[in-house]
C-alpha cells in the first residue's frame, strides 16, 4: 500500500506544470508593437529579425505548452524589439526625422 501511495504521489507532483507566462507574453507583444511604430524592420533590421524571430518561437512552444522555453523566448522577443526601438529612434533622430 505504501508503494502505490508513494508512486500516486510522484505522479501529481511530477504533473505539477510551470504556469503559462502571459505577463511575458503580453510584454514581448506590446515592445514588437512599439518597434513596428518607429519601423523598426527599415532602421535596424538586425535586432527586428531577432524580435521577430524569438517571438514566433516562443508562440509556438507556448502553443505546445512548453511554458519554461516559451517564456525565456519572450523575454528575449522583447528585449530585441526594446534594441531594435531605441537603435531606430536614435538613428532617425541622427538623421533629423521627428517621430
Same mark, same amino acid.
Given at each position: 500500500?505504501k508503494?502505490?501511495?508513494?508512486? +500516486?504521489?510522484?505522479l501529481?507532483v511530477?504533473?505539477a506544470t510551470t @504556469? @503559462? @507566462?502571459?505577463?511575458?507574453?503580453?510584454?514581448?507583444r506590446?515592445? +514588437?508593437?512599439?518597434?513596428?511604430?518607429?519601423?523598426?524592420?527599415?532602421?535596424? @533590421?538586425?535586432?527586428?529579425?531577432q524580435?521577430?524571430?524569438?517571438f514566433r518561437?516562443?508562440?509556438?512552444?507556448?502553443?505546445e505548452?512548453e511554458?519554461?522555453?516559451?517564456?525565456?523566448?519572450?523575454q528575449?522577443?522583447k528585449?530585441a524589439?526594446?534594441k531594435?526601438e531605441?537603435?531606430?529612434r536614435?538613428?532617425?533622430?541622427?538623421n533629423g526625422e521627428?517621430?
Open positions: 500500500m508503494i502505490v501511495v508513494v508512486l +500516486l504521489l510522484s501529481i511530477g504533473c @504556469p @503559462p @507566462p502571459v505577463e511575458d507574453y503580453t510584454l514581448a506590446a515592445a +514588437l508593437d512599439a518597434a513596428r511604430s518607429v519601423e523598426a524592420s527599415r532602421f535596424s @533590421p538586425g535586432f527586428w529579425h524580435a521577430e524571430d524569438a518561437k516562443a508562440k509556438i512552444l507556448y502553443q505548452r511554458f519554461t522555453g516559451a517564456k525565456a523566448e519572450f528575449r522577443a528585449v524589439a526594446e531594435a531605441n537603435s531606430t536614435l538613428i532617425r533622430l541622427k521627428v517621430l
